[in-house]
C-alpha cells in the first residue's frame, strides 16, 4: 500500500487498483500518529507530532 497526492496515469494498470481517500483533519492526523507511536512504546511531544502531521499534509 502507498499513499500519494500523485493523479498521473502511471499509478493505473495491470493488477493495480487506484482508490480514492479523503484527507485527516489536523486532530485526526495529530490522534493518529500519536497512538501509532504510543503502540510502539514512544510517546512523542503533542506539539512536535501535529507539526509533523501538518508537514505529512494530513495523508491518510
Do not use: N
Not at 492526523?29 to 501535529?50: C, F, I, K, N
Amino acid at each position: 500500500m502507498i499513499t500519494t497526492r500523485r493523479q498521473d496515469a502511471s499509478l493505473t494498470g495491470p493488477g493495480r487498483r487506484l482508490i480514492q481517500v479523503g484527507l485527516f483533519i489536523p486532530q485526526e492526523s495529530t490522534t493518529y500518529l500519536t497512538m501509532t507511536l504510543v503502540a510502539h512504546g514512544r510517546h512523542e511531544p503533542a506539539e512536535q507530532l501535529a507539526a509533523l502531521a501538518d508537514e505529512f499534509g494530513h495523508l491518510r
